[in-house]
């Protein structure tokens, strides 16, 4: 290749175009050409080169952990924290026969100081740092699809029949298997009889359910290899322009089924994937398994940028169905319809994306026996803490008797709440306000509820009290009083509780039965409880608070760090600090609306 070749080519990387003449010439005239084989390592956390890498043809993947996180292709470089800060966490190998560009470390280094855009590209202000994070996440996600192998999705398991097999006891297999599909084993290959099929060649020919399956299957069934790239199959499935395919493994045994809806669902989020895989598992281990992607779906669509109300919706309606199948699976069907499983704070209004902690209940019907329910309900907390639910640090779980007790128990303790509050009882009737029912008998929840909102007629001492709340933490009212030399705040006590306290004291007092912090703002808005700018402000500071803390918390998973509710200012860009400064401004305006709607200031 040509120096003019060569600068060409880097001119149309960037940031090497931000370099001059002089600084172009001296990196080309220190830049070799090199070759590396497939499975070499180039960086590791013991091995730092002396190159800076710029990849001409081939393909290198970074690792973390052993976890396959980026691959690099034509025109990328990667790791330069490597030859800046001398240590790489990282290791990187040629996946792919490489030639590539080598620029010599001191002269890279020197280039740094040389041109500050340069620098800048590479030493990221705060502002570039977290869209670079971003799109590096995104990336990633791309990434990981495109080298991700057929095993790695959902593989339904086949209904398989034999030859000479009657069509009526297939159809009866395949409804056991809970399964559209039915496949036909004749002698060394396999057959296919969809839905489709079964209308087109039995019921508008008028044939008879007597007949043998291999009279109307379709040979042979097309199929892919397990250990087959994903992207493969789904370039078979819409070339053939069919819907599912087989799977076989190394020995060319029928492992199972890959629907295209699957393949599809995997390239965007896996949210299907994982949905499918709840309904269908049979066993808590396979439950487990199923809920352990939530937090690649939840990293995905914040990559992706999706609003942190809709990301919180999905994973809410996930995390239900876990709970819902679990209480299934854990719970001896003549029990489960005498009681009603319920998630309750932060879970019963769909809010808490990371598994921060579990809030959950049990309502037993009045005349059943409560004691034959504690051991299922140990068993019920144990397992969401095997399956990363953390324990709540209040005991606000199911398997505390008192979370777990009839109907009439729940009347007499919310009497109490109301009649004898204080501090504590205020926050027990705010979860249980907010609760949800999963699972069983859905009915003793609402008949609770009507039972609480009859209580509170004509209570508006005890409602100024409740809605005293929303004032418990300070809010900061300058940039200056949160960027502080600790700089950590807790986003949660400083922004999220005061809205959500405040809007759930208003739905309390309107006996608005949604749970949602932003639904009860819509309904609030609807009944003219909330003017239309005061809601619209509330809507967006709230989401704004909860992104910021999404964000860390996902930092924080990713450095293995405990899970708190913290952000570091410092490490915002300017415009999220505006973003959050403006926030806060609305959280004490709406403080200000809860003291003089609940007459706050006239009670001590």
């Known amino acids: 290749m040509s120096l003019r070749d060569q600068k060409a080519f880097l001119s149309n990387i960037h940031p090497f175009e931000v370099l001059d003449e002089k600084q172009m010439d001296k990196c080309i005239n220190h830049m070799d050409i090199a070759y590396y084989p497939k499975d070499s390592t180039l960086i590791n956390p013991e091995n730092i080169p002396n190159y800076f ?19 690099y292709h034509h025109e990328d470089s990667f790791d330069a924290n490597s030859l800046i800060y001398g240590e790489s966490k990282s290791t990187f190998k040629v996946y792919e026969d490489l030639i590539c560009y080598e620029l010599e470390k001191k002269i890279f280094l020197e280039l740094i100081e040389e041109n500050s855009e340069f620098k800048n590209f590479f030493l990221n202000n705060l502002v570039n740092k977290i869209q670079t994070l971003k799109n590096k996440e995104y990336t990633s996600e791309l990434s990981s699809f495109m080298i991700s ?10 209904c398989i029949v034999e030859k000479n097999t009657k069509l009526t006891d297939a159809i009866a297999k395949s409804i056991e298997y809970k399964t559209s599909t039915i496949i036909v084993k004749k002698d060394n290959e396999y057959g296919i009889i969809t839905d489709s099929l079964l209308k087109m060649k039995v019921l508008l020919e008028g044939r008879d359910l007597n ?12 199929t892919v290899h397990n250990d087959d790239y994903l992207f493969e199959a789904l370039t078979l499935l819409i070339k053939k322009g069919i819907k599912r395919v087989g799977v076989t493994n190394s020995s060319n045994e029928l492992i199972g089924i890959l629907e295209q809806l699957d393949v599809l669902s995997h390239f965007a989020n896996h949210t299907y994937v994982v949905d499918t895989q709840i309904k269908k598992a049979k066993t808590i281990e396979e439950l487990k398994l199923a809920s352990s992607d939530l ?19 999905l994973i809410g309606q996930l995390n239900t169905k876990v709970y819902k199948k679990l209480y299934q699976l854990i719970v001896p069907p003549e ?4 009681a009603c499983f319920i998630v309750m704070g932060s879970e019963g209004r769909n809010e808490q994306i990371v ?7 049990l309502v037993i019907k009045d005349g059943i026996e409560v004691e034959q329910y504690r051991p299922y309900m140990q068993k019920m907390t144990e397992t969401l803490i095997n399956f990363g639910y953390p324990r709540c640090e209040g005991n606000i779980m199911v398997s505390n008797p008192f979370w777990c007790k009839n109907v009439k128990d729940y009347q007499n303790e919310t009497a109490r709440w109301i009649e004898a509050p204080d501090m504590q009882n205020y926050m027990d009737l705010a979860i249980f306000f907010d609760s949800f029912a999963v699972a069983g008998d859905k009915d003793l929840l609402i008949n609770l509820k009507d039972n609480l909102f009859n209580k509170l007629h004509d209570k508006d001492v005890f409602m100024a009290y409740f809605a005293k709340a929303t004032l418990t933490f300070d809010t900061p009212t300058t940039v200056a009083s949160f960027m502080t030399k600790t700089h950590n705040i807790d986003i949660k006590k400083v922004g999220i509780f005061p809205i959500v306290q405040g809007i759930r004291s208003l739905a309390l007092r309107e006996k608005i039965r949604e749970t949602t912090t932003v639904k009860r703002i819509k309904i609030l808005q609807d009944k003219k409880i909330l003017e239309n700018d005061m809601a619209n402000e509330l809507i967006e500071a709230f989401d704004v608070l909860c992104t910021l803390r999404l964000k860390a918390q996902l930092e924080q998973i990713l450095n293995k760090q405990k899970i708190n509710n913290e952000v570091d200012t410092h490490s915002l860009g300017k415009i999220e600090r505006d973003l959050l400064k403006d926030s806060l401004k609305i959280v004490i305006a709406f403080k200000k609306f809860i003291v003089y709607t609940f007459k706050i200031d006239k009670i001590s």
């Open 335 to 338: 029990l489960q319809k005498n």
């Open 53 to 71: 890498f710029i990849i001409i043809k081939g393909i290198v993947h970074e690792y973390k952990d052993e976890e396959l996180v980026m691959d």
């Open 355 to 361: 598994k921060t902690d579990q809030d959950n209940a």
């Open 211 to 222: 007949i043998f399956v291999e009279d109307i299957a379709i040979f042979p069934l097309l």
């Open 149 to 158: 192998r057929v095993e790695d999705t959902l593989i339904h398991e086949a």
């Open 295 to 313: 937090i690649n779906i939840i990293r995905t669509l914040n990559a992706k940028g999706v609003k942190v109300n809709h990301i919180s919706n």
